[in-house]
């Protein structure tokens, strides 16, 4: 099974940014898709970046323009960097892998699905 490392997040002001990180270990982990989904509370949980294995990205329109997914130092690791970043960005982001090369734009909910899931807070 696929295993998430997941490490950024945090508090900003509006216009500020953050670096997420999210490597992947295990069966599948190789050449693996990846992406990001984000919830907010009382809210579904919404794809908001995703690369597959082919180097194609996705980007919500919300955030595109702001967030880049960028390579790590090894194929399993990648970063999803957050700029300008906007008090409706507020959210748990989760990386999530295996997703497809159509992976769905929503879900009922994020938790238990992927990695463990990250706090992201921006103040106006």
């Known amino acids: 099974a696929l295993q998430f490392v997941e490490s950024g997040g945090g508090s900003v002001q509006a216009g500020g940014s953050l670096k997420l990180s999210c490597s992947l270990s295990?069966?599948?982990?190789?050449?693996?898709?990846m992406g990001w989904f984000r919830q907010a509370p009382g809210s579904a949980c919404f794809l908001v970046a995703y690369?597959?294995?082919?180097?194609?990205?996705y980007y919500e329109a919300s955030v595109k323009g702001r967030f880049t997914i960028e390579q790590g130092h090894d194929k399993n690791t990648k970063y999803l960097q957050m700029d300008d970043l906007k008090p409706e960005d507020t959210a748990v982001y989760y990386c999530?892998?295996?997703?497809?090369?159509?992976?769905?734009?929503?879900?009922?909910?994020?938790?238990?699905?992927w990695g463990q899931g990250t706090q992201v807070t921006v103040s106006s």
């Open positions: 295990g069966f599948g982990a190789d050449g693996s898709d």
């Open positions: 999530a892998a295996g997703l497809g090369s159509f992976p769905a734009r929503a879900t009922a909910t994020c938790s238990g699905r």
């Open positions: 690369i597959s294995p082919g180097d194609s990205i």
